[in-house]
């Protein structure tokens, strides 16, 4: 049977409402693109990505969101992401000049309702060892959050 009412995933309350929305209009985007989209993975590193994008051929997409200029200049551990996947975006919103984005990065403009890519991001394969681990991790996340959706009261610990 399927549902026919959208469930709403709970807040953690990392995110501002800008945030939320340009996951959301970014989330749409990739999945019009033919690929499984889910926020906030923990890397092995610890640090937690804002969203991981795996495309229809295993490809490995990171994007890091930006809200406000200040939340760029604040904030480098974008830098940490370039290992653990194919394509690096940032993504923020029309308030946001497109200039303060490094140029080896790729650019997303997003509102709740959807995206655009302004630049592409460049390609840097993965070694085989690591898309495997990546896209475990991502397999493992996404089914305990979905599983946790019908079960919350299983005690599973954020992933």
Not at 1 to 21: E, F, H, K, V
Not at 79 to 104: K, N
Request: charged share 25%; hydrophobic share 45%; net charge neutral.
């Amino acid at each position: 049977m399927l549902y026919s009412q959208s469930i709403t995933p709970p807040r953690d309350g990392r995110q501002s409402d800008r945030a939320l929305a340009i996951q959301r209009g970014v989330g749409r985007l990739f999945r019009a693109r033919g690929h499984a989209v889910i926020s906030e993975l923990v890397l092995t590193t610890g640090r937690r990505a804002d969203i991981i994008a795996l495309g229809p051929n295993g490809e490995i997409t990171i994007v890091e969101i930006k809200s406000s200029i200040e939340d760029f200049r604040a904030d480098n551990k974008w830098f940490d992401y370039a290992p653990f996947c194919d394509r690096l975006y940032f993504a923020s919103h029309a308030g946001v000049p497109a200039s303060i984005f490094p140029e080896t990065t790729g650019l997303i403009m997003a509102d709740a309702y959807g995206a655009e890519i302004l630049r592409e991001a460049p390609v840097a394969t993965l070694a085989g060892a690591r898309r495997k681990a990546m896209t475990i991790r991502f397999a493992q996340a996404a089914a305990h959050r979905l599983h946790g959706l019908f079960d919350p009261e299983a005690g599973f610990a954020d992933v």
